[in-house]
Each structure stands twice: as structure tokens, then as C-alpha cells.
């Protein structure tokens, strides 16, 4: 039996309804002798218990599901299965794709989209059934499929294309999947009313008549994701209107039917002049919704990207996560690795959300949405280790304190079959992948010296004079910006306790240094060396730490095609990583004189 995660498990179970019937079906497939044993108050949650001689599985209909997969995954591992009720943290754990109707990602790494092609759904009601295999068995219960960039075709989602949709969703519908789509602000001037002003009667009764046609097709569905006034998407601000004004017109609308509105906080000037050196975009968010705290209807949700930027390697937490108390918040990741190898360079994301949850209190986001690295390539994710992250997520969404050994070994012997001690390699290296890419790309908390639109590879001027808001401002004179109280003020958004931790060079984390401080070539850093010399040594490490991981790559027996996949794109990461270490040392040199 292949077992691997991402693959046939073995058959799909088929004709089922509803999850507890799939549950029902996958134990039988995987031929478990356990029970099954529904109790509607545990809702999502599930609890595993002997009962003459057998594991019985208790749990509302998706926990029953969700408690048959940690069961099997239990078998297959050899791992322990949690004790007592298990309830996830975040009830809204949802997958975002950005998948246009063309059939093309937006920062997509892993081929052609799923379920779109030439301006139309298509789709093989087989790979949906393994997706939603997938998803369900590490309790992942929202999939928006459309790219929240809006275009015409993605517009009939909710309009012409409606029949499609509600047939994707009763193929997700048995494993606990529910639908969402991105919409556009401004489709009511599509089809004859005359503005998108989200104070006008006529457009909140065109949206209304939009939700009772989209509920009536599709009675479990999700909700709406919205991307409005950010890098020219419309919104409300065309019309003078607020975003809690624009975001509580579309609740309203899906209020009666339990529906949520998921409004993105994803904005900022990005027509920026790069001489404006008292603009600065990562304190854009802060600036526009912590006054609207307290102001947006009960069903919309707030999603905020993790950090104030767009998904670098290295950022702060986002300070608007503190700064709403009176909002429904959500958490977005990206599990497209954009900024971070694009699926080419490994990166396991684990690591990364685990240390945000040192300064993030569980609490703050009331749920959590990632951004697909998922595609039509056969390994679903274009590298067959990315799929730890799409498996982490759903791990972490369910429990964001899990710890990442856990969840990449589980991983790792869910998918193959290793001996032990390559089991072991494997996961040492998916758990230091994030900063042996951090050190050759970007050491010190400095971000975009990426290759501007397509985003792989080194270019350190770049971004410099472009207007997207995204300056390192290097010089003669040094290198980063200033967001202390004596510069752009960005740490005064923080909580004083966490602006105490990076607000003084002096105390602040390497890792960051270079967010929050410009800092001169021969500043001398902790440990003795100058900030160009340790610049330099770091992408020099960063490159050895590659060539260590990819002998030791060589050396596992992993199946076909994994293996030559996995080969062949650590020649590109090699090739990556030196490109890195050989432009940002060669840029560092010539302004610092440091050689
Ligand atoms: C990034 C990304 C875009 C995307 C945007 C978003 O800027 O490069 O492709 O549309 O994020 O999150 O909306």
C-alpha cells in the first residue's frame, strides 16, 4: 500500500455524503478495525478511546473524519495519537489559492491550476478527491480557489459559472472542505448598476441577491474573500468610503446565511516616490485599520499578512495583530514559497510560525489562511518536500504551538519509507532549510534585494528605485532604515514590550537588525565582526550549508521520481545560493570598501 501523504493512500472512497460516512469508508479502505462513534457537541473536535479491545473514534461528523486520519496516520508512523478531546484552535482554517481561470497561478511554483483552464472550471474528480484527502487529514476546513486579483472570468464564479462551482463544492463536501471565493469589489457595475459604492442601496441589493443565488447552490458555502484598494484592486475608497464601510455591505449580505466576509488588510501607497523617505509601507496596514477597530460587523473577518511587509524571509509580526482587540483578526501565510525558493530551494515553514508564536499569543487571531503552494503537477506542490508545508499548516492552524520535529517527522514517515537514520537526515535538513536560505539570501532582517517581479534570485538595486515601497536605501554610509521612535516610528505601532526588544541596536536580535536600524559598514556587532564582514562571512555559510544538505540529499534512498526531482532542483538551489553570495558580497564590497 503507498501510504505517502500526498499521494493514493490506496482507493478513494467513493459515494460517501457526508465526513462521517468518509470516515467511515477510509477505515474500511485502510481496513481499521475501529469504530465510530458520533457526538454531535464535540463538533470539529474528536477524542480516540479503547473500547473492547478497539480504538473508537467520537466526534462530530469532521472531527469523526478527522479522528479516523490521525488514526491511520498513527498506524502508519508507529507515532503516539494524542490523549483526551482534541478541538482545534482556529475555526476558519483555510487554504487561499490564487488560481486564475485561465488555468494560471499567480506566484504559482507547482504547474497549472487544479480546477481552472481556457476561462472555465476543469477538473479530475480524482485529484479532487486525493486534495480533499488531503486537506481533511490534517483538519483544513476552507479552500478559496480563485486568485483574490480578480479578472472578468473570475468574476462569474458567482454569477454564470455558479452550476460549475456548486459541482466543485459537492466534490469537496465529503471530506469537510467547504468553498470560498475571491470577489470583486466593483462586479456590480458589470452587470448594469451604475456605481460599487457600498453605501448605495442598489449595490447592497445586488450583492444580496448574489449571496441568496450562491447559498441557494451551495448551502455549506464559505463566504467571500476580498482584495480592495490595494495595488489597484477597487474598493471603497473610490467612493470615499471606509474599508469597515465597503467590508460590513458585502456582511450583510451573507449574514443570513451564516456566511463570512474575509476582507484582506493588504494595503498600502504602491505608487510610492522613492525619494519619500517619510513614507514607510510597513506601517501602511496599522495606519488604516487600527482606527476601525470595533467597527466591522460580527461575520467579517480581518485578514492580516504575517508580517508588515509581503512575506519576506524575515519580518516583525505584524503590529496591527495587537492593535484591533474589537476585530475578528486572521493570520495569512504563504505557503507559495515566493519570496523563499519558490519550491525550487527548500524552506520549511514550521520552524518559522513556531517562533512566531513566542511573540503572537495564541489568542490574538481568531483564525488562520495560507496562501496554496499547491498545483497540477503530480506531486502537488513542484517539490515533493513543499508538501511539508501545506502538511504543517494544517497542522499548525489546528494546533499553533505543535512543534515543528513533530510535525516534519510525522511528515517525513508518512511519505516515505526511510531508515532510520536517513529519516533522520531528512528532517534535520527540512527543519534548518528556512535559515540556511535566510543566511545566503537575506541575513540581518534585510529584505528585498530580490529580483524585482518574478522574486528568485539576488538583484540589490532592484527595488531602489522603483514604487513599491521596498528600500534597503544602501549607501557609503550603511545600510537599512531607521523605524525607531528617531526614525519612521514604526516601532511605536508595537506593543512597548515588543518595541523594547528591537528598538536599541544594541539588544536587537541579529536577525532583524536591519529592519529596524540603519546601521554604518563598520558597525561592530556582537560577536566582534563588522556588519560587512558578517554580511559577507553569512552568505558564504549560507552557500556551505547548501552544499552539506545537498550531500547529504545524495545520499538518501528516496523513490522516483522524488529523488531525481529533488536532485535536480538542489543543482538550482546550489546555483541560487552562489548567485546570492556572489552579487550581495560583490554589492557590499564596492559601497562598504570592505573586502
Ligand atoms: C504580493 C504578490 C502579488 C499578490 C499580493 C497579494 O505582492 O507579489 O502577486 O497579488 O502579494 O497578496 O495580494
Avoid at 457526538?39 to 473508537?56: N, Q, T
Avoid at 451551495?218 to 474598493?235: C, M, N, Q, T, W
Avoid at 546555483?575 to 560583490?586: E, G, K, L, P, T
Amino acid at each position: 500500500m503507498n501510504y505517502a501523504w500526498l499521494r493514493n493512500w490506496q482507493a478513494l472512497p467513493q459515494g460517501c455524503a457526508t465526513p462521517a460516512e468518509t470516515a467511515r469508508e477510509e477505515l474500511r479502505l485502510a481496513g481499521l478495525d475501529a469504530g465510530l462513534r458520533e457526538d454531535a457537541a464535540l463538533g470539529e473536535g474528536w477524542e480516540i478511546v479503547e473500547e473492547g479491545g478497539r480504538p473508537v473514534v467520537h466526534g462530530g461528523s469532521r472531527g469523526l473524519l478527522y479522528g479516523a486520519y490521525a488514526l491511520m496516520a498513527a498506524r502508519k508512523t508507529g507515532l503516539c495519537l494524542p490523549r483526551g478531546v482534541q478541538q482545534p484552535r482556529y475555526t476558519l482554517r483555510m487554504i487561499d489559492c490564487w488560481d486564475n481561470p485561465d488555468g494560471t497561478i499567480e506566484r504559482g511554483y507547482a504547474g497549472r491550476s487544479l480546477w481552472f483552464e481556457g476561462g472555465r472550471m476543469a477538473w479530475q474528480p480524482e485529484r479532487i478527491a486525493q486534495l480533499g484527502r488531503m486537506l481533511a487529514s490534517v483538519g483544513l476546513n476552507v479552500l478559496c480557489i480563485n486568485n483574490v486579483n480578480v479578472g472578468e472570468e473570475g468574476a462569474r464564479l458567482i454569477t454564470e459559472d455558479l452550476p460549475e462551482l456548486a459541482r466543485l463544492a459537492a466534490a469537496f463536501r465529503p471530506f469537510g472542505v467547504r468553498l470560498m471565493v475571491s470577489i470583486d469589489f466593483s462586479q456590480p457595475l458589470r452587470y448594469g448598476v451604475e456605481t460599487a459604492d457600498p453605501l448605495s442601496p442598489a449595490v447592497l441589493a445586488w450583492w444580496t441577491a448574489r449571496a441568496d443565488a450562491v447559498w441557494a447552490a451551495i448551502p455549506d458555502f464559505a463566504g467571500f474573500l476580498v482584495k480592495a484598494d490595494s495595488e489597484h484592486r477597487p474598493g471603497p475608497m473610490t467612493y470615499g468610503r471606509s474599508h469597515a464601510e465597503g467590508a460590513n455591505m458585502l456582511a450583510r449580505a451573507l449574514a443570513p446565511h451564516g456566511g463570512v466576509l474575509v476582507w484582506r488588510a493588504f494595503v498600502y501607497n504602491c505608487l510610492q516616490d522613492w525619494r519619500d523617505t517619510h513614507t514607510d509601507r510597513p506601517m501602511a496596514a496599522y495606519e488604516t485599520y487600527a482606527p476601525l477597530d470595533g467597527q466591522f460587523d460580527d461575520n467579517v473577518i480581518l485578514q492580516v499578512k504575517n508580517g508588515p511587509f509581503d512575506f519576506q524571509v524575515r519580518e516583525p509580526i505584524s503590529p496591527t495583530f495587537w492593535a484591533m482587540p474589537h476585530t475578528r483578526l486572521a493570520l495569512e501565510v504563504q505557503l507559495a514559497q515566493e519570496y523563499t525558493g519558490q519550491q525550487i530551494d527548500l524552506y520549511a515553514m514550521n520552524p518559522m510560525w513556531r517562533e512566531w508564536q513566542t511573540e503572537l499569543p495564541v489568542s490574538l487571531p481568531a483564525a488562520v489562511a495560507a496562501v496554496s503552494n499547491l498545483g497540477r503537477d503530480e506531486n502537488w506542490c513542484g517539490h515533493p518536500f513543499a508538501a511539508v508545508n501545506l502538511y504543517g499548516f494544517g497542522r499548525y492552524a489546528w494546533d499553533p504551538e505543535v512543534s515543528p520535529e513533530e510535525v516534519i517527522r510525522t511528515w517525513a514517515r508518512l511519505t516515505y519509507a526511510l531508515p532510520e537514520n536517513q529519516e533522520d537526515a531528512l528532517c534535520l535538513m527540512l527543519l534548518n532549510s528556512r535559515s540556511i536560505y535566510e543566511q545566503y539570501t537575506a541575513p540581518l532582517g534585510i529584505g528585498w534585494m530580490i529580483t524585482p517581479h518574478n522574486h528568485y534570485g539576488p538583484d540589490p538595486w532592484g527595488y531602489e528605485y522603483s514604487p513599491w515601497g521596498t528600500y534597503h536605501r544602501a549607501d557609503r554610509s550603511g545600510i537599512g532604515i531607521d523605524r525607531t521612535e528617531k526614525g519612521t516610528g514604526f516601532t511605536r505601532q508595537q506593543p512597548p514590550e515588543i518595541a523594547a526588544k528591537y528598538a536599541d541596536p544594541a539588544v536587537c536580535p541579529d536577525e532583524q537588525l536591519l529592519f529596524y536600524h540603519r546601521l554604518p559598514w563598520d558597525y561592530v556587532m556582537r560577536d566582534g565582526r563588522t556588519l560587512a564582514r558578517r554580511i559577507l562571512d553569512d552568505h558564504r555559510e549560507g552557500v556551505e550549508r547548501v552544499e552539506a544538505m545537498a550531500a547529504v540529499l545524495r545520499e538518501l534512498e528516496l523513490p522516483e521520481p522524488d529523488r531525481s526531482v529533488a536532485l535536480s532542483r538542489m543543482e538550482r538551489q546550489l546555483q541560487n545560493a552562489a548567485n546570492w553570495r556572489d552579487i550581495i558580497s560583490d554589492f557590499v564590497t564596492r559601497l562598504s570598501g570592505v573586502c
